[in-house]
């Protein structure tokens, strides 16, 4: 099956700083989310985004679907930023998402 | 937006007996539900597929006669963990996608389970 590793696995900012996370697929994709799990393990969509480019408020994702490969960008990162990011993707003639191992991002006030 | 609920949010059993956590597309028709688990500080592993009105695809090594789901509707999902055993202790999620949409995913927020 389709392979997903994520980059860097944790991460340590303080607050108002910047950081890129990465997602790496190994073969094609039908979907690809971003999600963020908060300390209480809620998951939250943040961006469904197999191809293009996406801005909500602070947060953006770009994904190179040619080149395998995602990224999200958090600006002025904020303590409630906090948690573990994870990328999903769906391989191609799948629609059954794969996740991968997850950022876990630590905003310091 | 779509919400997807899980109950109980928590429960607390003891060794041999059953639970059964139910899944519920709030204000949209899902005909495909997935099963989550995930252990501390880990990632999501897929435990099983369920469409509405068929049988549940389990992923391998996950045993169906354990981890029994029926998905008995359009907005209603369940998992039974049957005679649940303390290395069954866990976060359990479910997730659905839109009726005839194969993009966006919603969570619940989760069912943990300990059993003692």
């Known amino acids: 099956g389709i392979q997903v590793e994520q980059s860097p696995p944790d991460l340590i900012l303080q607050e108002g700083a910047n950081s890129t996370l990465r997602c790496n697929f190994s073969d094609s994709v039908n979907n690809l989310q971003w999600f963020h799990q908060n300390p209480w393990g809620q998951l939250i969509n943040l961006f469904y985004i197999p191809s293009g480019t996406k801005q909500n408020g602070r947060l953006s994702a770009t994904t190179v679907a040619t080149e395998r490969y995602s990224l999200l960008y958090i600006s002025s990162s904020q303590t409630t930023d906090s948690g573990v990011y994870f990328c999903?993707?769906?391989?191609?003639?799948?629609?059954?998402?794969?996740f991968g191992r997850g950022t876990s991002l630590i905003v310091h006030p | 937006g779509a919400v997807v609920s899980q109950h109980p949010s928590w429960v607390i059993c003891k060794s041999g007996t059953s639970v059964k956590i139910e899944c519920r597309s709030l204000d949209f028709q899902a005909t495909t539900m997935f099963w989550y688990r995930q252990f501390p500080k880990q990632s999501l592993m897929l435990m099983a597929t369920?469409?509405?009105?068929?049988?549940?695809?389990?992923e391998q090594g996950v045993e169906k006669d354990k981890f029994l789901i029926n998905h008995a509707s359009l907005t209603l999902s369940t998992l039974t963990v049957t005679s649940a055993h303390p290395e069954d202790s866990s976060f359990y999620i479910c997730?659905?996608?839109?009726?005839?949409?194969?993009?966006?995913?919603?969570f619940g927020p989760g069912t943990r389970l300990t059993v003692l």
């Open positions: 997730s659905a996608r839109l009726q005839g949409a194969t993009d966006t995913q919603y």
């Open positions: 369920s469409n509405e009105g068929s049988k549940a695809t389990y």
């Open positions: 999903a993707v769906d391989g191609r003639g799948s629609y059954i998402p794969t």
